[in-house]
């Protein structure tokens, strides 16, 4: 069974271009959740899905960034007119369920804004 | 609303020494509690986690944690330090009534000397 996949791992954008970030959760998981970690600091939780769904996106900056997780394929988060202060790793967990089930979470993937 | 903080954002043990890292945590609703082990670049790995029941929790490479209610604490702690625990620890807290997310403290990195 294999584990929660992001991709790209490593990604480097120029301010005001778009970063795309994918994460395929793990197999019978309908549960993601978005985490932004900043150098030198813990996850902050950005938005939970559950497919086509949006449940709670209390995280989210309120602008510039979106995510979706689609009937089909993997879930997105997606940044436009990136600026420097995007720079952070971005992880994307799953779980079976909610509350006491645990998240898995995917290696992440390490946004650089130049 | 729910929160965690840990304590000394870096700890450092001789090898063999006692490991001891501190998380408590604020919830208005009762808790789950998790540890997770972060090494660099990588994503996090579950070490335990408390739900309900037993409040001594055991985990993967010998470490264990303790639910004090009363102290709304979820400390972690483990017999004997070796080179691999040398990483950074995060403690999160999520609830039955926020949907899952959970909300991390800012970590804790462990460094073992030897």
């Known amino acids: 069974n294999a584990g929660v996949m992001q991709n790209p791992r490593h990604l480097v954008r120029r301010r005001g271009q778009e970063a795309r970030l994918r994460c395929s959760p793990m197999?019978?998981?309908?549960?993601v959740y978005w985490y932004r970690q900043l150098p030198e600091e813990g996850l902050k939780f950005m938005v939970y899905?559950?497919?086509?769904?949006?449940?709670?996106e209390s995280g989210m900056p309120k602008e510039r960034f979106s995510a979706e997780f689609p009937k089909e394929g993997p879930s997105i988060l997606r940044i436009q007119q990136v600026v420097r202060g995007d720079s952070a790793a971005y992880f994307c967990a799953s779980s079976q369920g909610t509350g006491g089930d645990e998240q898995y979470f995917g290696p992440g993937t390490r946004l650089t804004v130049t | 609303a729910q929160s965690v903080t840990q304590l000394g954002s870096h700890v450092s043990v001789s090898e063999g020494a006692l490991v001891l890292l501190r998380c408590n945590y604020s919830?208005?609703?009762?808790?789950?509690l998790f540890w997770y082990v972060q090494y660099p670049n990588q994503g996090l790995q579950l070490l335990l986690k408390?739900?309900?029941?037993?409040?001594l929790v055991k985990g993967i490479n010998g470490f264990e944690a303790e639910f004090k209610k009363s102290e709304t604490s979820f400390h972690l702690t483990k017999p004997s330090a070796h080179m691999s625990d040398a990483a950074e620890y995060f403690c999160a807290v999520s609830t039955n009534t926020n949907a899952g997310k959970s909300t991390f403290g800012d970590g804790t990195t462990l460094t073992v000397k030897p």
């Open positions: 919830s208005s609703v009762p808790p789950y």
């Open positions: 408390y739900t309900t029941g037993a409040t």
């Open positions: 899905l559950q497919k086509e769904n949006i449940i709670d």
């Open positions: 197999k019978g998981h309908s549960h």
